[in-house]
């Protein structure tokens, strides 16, 4: 099996059309693989020195158009992930159990919290909250890969701070943090509500 020392990116042997196809097809071949988001830098290494891995990924973006799934950008990088408007048929006939999010409503609210005022410190949950948040419900967070742990605060004593994950991204859809609906948004969606109506 040949290591990746032996590919050949720039495929010179083809015609550019027949160049571009491999180059799609290859990094349609590695999203399909990765079960998290593949960084730029990645997917050149399976192109050759002329070939835009944006440009790549616009056409193969292009090509998904009305299939089933799609590529999204998510941080830093693409995936291949199911449209949302296919998730009830896959949650109904596929194995998809452990992937599903199944967090409680002021799990999502403590959630929403870290991912608006990150680095934040538990204190810092209480202020906005009017209650201790407890270790376990941050376990939960953290044992789904939601929240990890960000820089001591420079406060007495360094607390620790909580930030959102990559994988945070990913379950919701986003690519970065600037795709967080704004306040009103969750006014309107009866979000913000959550924190003074439920408990942990």
Known sequence: ????????????????????????????????ASASPVPRGDLAKVVGQGASVDLLIGDLAAELEGRAFEVAAVGEGWLLRTRPAYAAAVRAAADVGDQILDLREFDVAVLAAIAYHQPITRDGLK???????????????????????????????APYTFVTTEAFLVAFGMESLRDLPDQEQLEDAGVVALSSDVSD
Do not use: C
Not at 138 to 157: D, V, Y
């Open 1 to 32: 099996m040949p290591d990746r020392a032996e590919l050949d990116r720039e495929l010179a042997d083809l015609s550019p059309d027949q160049r571009w196809r491999e180059w799609l097809r290859r990094i349609e071949a590695v999203l399909f």
């Open 127 to 157: 202020d906005i909250f009017g209650k201790e948040i407890s270790r376990d419900l941050i376990g939960r967070l953290h044992a789904r890969g939601l929240i990890g742990t960000g820089p001591r605060s420079p406060r007495r004593g």
